[in-house]
């Protein structure tokens, strides 16, 4: 295994690697709106975009994948949100991000680090759900919602985990 | 370098067992018969029964409206104006515990203080 930690390894390349995945976060998210996942739990999404978010975490240096992350959220809340998605996309995709980061350095697996980050994102947006609602109705959406989280990351991460795969031996 | 398998076992035990206690939180027999309570911004607005059929509009906040219908032992939302509709879209709720949130309006809809044992706990 002759791998540097992270594959784009020149300027050049990290660059045009990291405009790639941003162009794809904004095709994910509106691909994701066509689904009708709506109907399974109210309010649910996969989070296919979220794909994004997991393949930067392993390609990037930490300050690269924030970015990302950041970009994704600022990016698909301009362009198919409003200002009550934006403040959800937020909570829910820096909770979720940390998440995954500290499953990755504490040595999880590609698929345990994504199923966390379906679950934090959840929880995330949730926390801010109870903190402008103020009523404890929001947490009867706890179960469901975290239920969900775990279904969307595991399906996520294993397809993550399928790209991440072939980049990984694109590049080495 | 970091763990670049899919999986363990162990971790996948450690997530079956979670997704599996999730799961048996959320349909664990509920209690039905209570008032559906109405908040708009945290502040409760009514309390309605569920065994009296009912329509009640509300003004939530930020300018959006909606209907709240109480029909057959369980409430749910009607006519909303806000942008995505999830709380129109959301089921019917019953049990105790249950809620309808509409986050652009800021109105909240849950069940409290039922006291007749869910008969049939997994079609809840």
Redesign the interface.
Known sequence: ?S?T?FPADTPAKRVALFGMLLALTVALSWLERLLPT??VV??AKLGLANLVVLCGL?LFPLPWAVGLTALKVALTGLLFG?F??LA?SAAGGALSFLAMYLC?RW??????VS?MGGVFHNVGQLAV?WA???????L??L??M??AG??AG?AV??VG?LI??RL?RSFD | MENRRFMTPREGVCLVLLAAGLALWLFWPGRTGGQAVLTRSGEELGRYALNAPQRVPVQGANGFSLTLVVEGGAAHVEDSTCPDLICQRHAPISRTGEAIICLPGQVTVTIEGGDRLEQDALSG
């Not at chain 1, 040595?107 to 345990?112: E, K, L, P, T, Y």
């Open positions: 295994m791998r930690p709506d109907a109210p309010g392993y409003n009550y998605s959800y990755k040595g999880r697996s590609m698929g345990f199923v759900a402008i609602l103020g009523s404890m109705g929001v009867a959406h179960p469901a975290l239920l775990v279904g595991a991460g294993a985990a991440l795969r990984w």
